[in-house]
């Protein structure tokens, strides 16, 4: 055997490898929600769309099967404007890598501090697993911090990569000048890569419209969920809310909006009845900072196993996600991608933003509408826009009587134990001073 093919069969078993070890994981987390006595019917589906994609290894079967699906553009942030891949006619799929496993392989291609979701996408890139990685005809990535903007170049070793270059100030002209150039640009190439493609399909009037909608619908049901936790006890657990808010990343809009609502239907029976997940009050947990992106769940998960409720999820893969929707006044293609712009940019609390204080008033607003007892402020190693904004954050509870766990962490096993110690204190803390 020569060493080309030498190398190319230890990749394939590299790679079998690593599938194997992403789906044991992942099949570990479905299960316990699958299992569960009081799991809502409605939860089946999303938990089937992330099993799709994570142990059985078959995106395209929730997305239409072989034949049917478009061209599927994968994204590296919630930044980039999904409404636009919609009209062009693609697929949005999110690729922010949380498996450990990945995130051992992607190491060897970032330095040793590096984002831990920067090495986990780098290590499924490379391995093609899941194989969403390597289904993707481009993959998009906005610059919001600099371990994302150099992986961009990493990546592109991979696939076709696209940079959209993101403003880190709002409040200026310039800035809201250039994010609008930005987004003209990608409907451009967007556009050309339809052509490319032999598709018909391309950004109009009329497909934007009907994807600005599309996105609206979602928007609208996943509003609906976020009031569903604000109950006491909270309609669902914050693993549960977390699986279809994950599901979304990976499943069309249309299917996902139709879905959602059926499970908000059941929600709101479910408290018609008083059917309720748990008996007695667990105190309310407001999870901030780095994203908790699945299958690397640690932290929510010891959360809920020491007797907590995550009732909201304030990044960017939680109730920030489909937050906002896009405000139209007139239904010219000019005017609806300048209020894609706004929507994107303006009501955006990423802490990459300089100043961000409309962050502070958000976490305020939150801690209020959901009536937290407690805020566990979670970092990743080497997320240093999350970690720096850890003093103010802590200033505006510290302000409110409200307490703040601070856990660094990243994808790795060993702090499995440690992390559990402390969790369970500041709970126990906290149901201590609701019996007071």
């Known amino acids: 055997m020569i060493q080309g093919e030498l190398s190319e069969t230890m990749h394939q078993r590299h790679s079998e490898h690593l599938k194997r070890k992403i789906a044991a994981n992942a099949s570990r987390l479905l299960d316990a929600v699958r299992q569960s006595p009081v799991r809502p019917k409605g939860l089946d589906h999303f938990i089937d769309v992330l099993d799709n994609v994570y142990v059985s290894d078959d995106v395209r079967s929730h997305l239409g099967g072989k034949e049917e699906t478009p061209a599927v553009i994968g994204l590296y942030c919630m930044m980039v404007p999904e409404e636009l ?16 496993d990945a995130f051992l392989v992607g190491g060897d291609y970032a330095p040793r501090d590096a984002c831990p979701v920067v090495k986990a996408s780098l290590g499924s890139s490379l391995r093609g697993v899941p194989s969403v990685y390597g289904l993707c005809d481009v993959v998009i ?3 919001t911090c600099d371990a994302k903007r150099k992986a961009a170049e990493e990546l592109s070793r991979f696939s076709e990569v696209w940079v959209l270059e993101m403003p880190h100030v709002k409040d200026s002209e310039a800035s809201r000048e250039g994010w609008r150039c930005q987004l003209y640009g990608l409907a451009k190439e967007l556009n ?3 052509k490319r493609k032999g598709s018909k399909t391309k950004i109009n009037r009329s ?9 609206g619908a979602a928007s609208y049901q996943a509003r609906r969920l ?3 936790r604000k109950l006491s006890p909270p309609a669902l657990s914050g693993m549960e809310a977390s699986i279809a808010l994950s599901a979304y990343g990976f499943d069309r809009a249309d299917i996902w909006t139709r879905e959602m609502k059926s499970l908000n239907d059941e929600l709101e029976n479910r408290q018609g009845e008083r059917v309720s ?10 999870l901030a900072g780095s994203p908790s992106i699945f299958p690397n769940w640690k932290v929510p998960l010891i959360a809920d196993e020491m007797g907590a409720d995550i009732v909201v999820d304030e990044s960017c893969v939680g109730d920030r996600l489909l937050y906002d929707v896009a ?3 007139e239904k010219t293609l000019d005017s609806m991608i300048e209020a894609l712009a706004a929507r994107y940019l303006a009501p955006c609390v990423c802490p990459v933003f300089t100043p961000n204080d409309d962050r502070l008033y958000r976490l305020i607003e939150l801690a209020g509408e959901f009536a937290i007892d407690g805020v566990i402020y979670h970092v990743l190693k080497g997320c240093i826009p999350y970690d720096f904004e850890l003093y103010r954050v802590e200033r505006i509870f510290r302000e409110r009587k409200v307490p703040v766990l601070r856990i660094e962490t990243d994808y790795t096993l060993e702090d499995v134990e440690p992390l559990r110690t402390r969790i369970e204190a500041f709970i126990e803390m906290l149901a201590g001073k609701e019996k007071k």
């Open 207 to 215: 497909n934007l419209k009907k994807a600005m909608e599309l996105i």
């Open 85 to 100: 891949i919609y009209a062009a006619g693609f697929i949005p799929l999110r690729l922010c890598g949380g498996s450990y």
């Open 192 to 194: 050309n890569l339809g």
């Open 141 to 143: 990535v906005p610059t």
């Open 226 to 228: 976020f009031s569903l």
């Open 277 to 286: 997940r748990c008996l007695q009050r667990r105190p309310r947990l407001l």
């Open 327 to 329: 405000g139209l006044s």
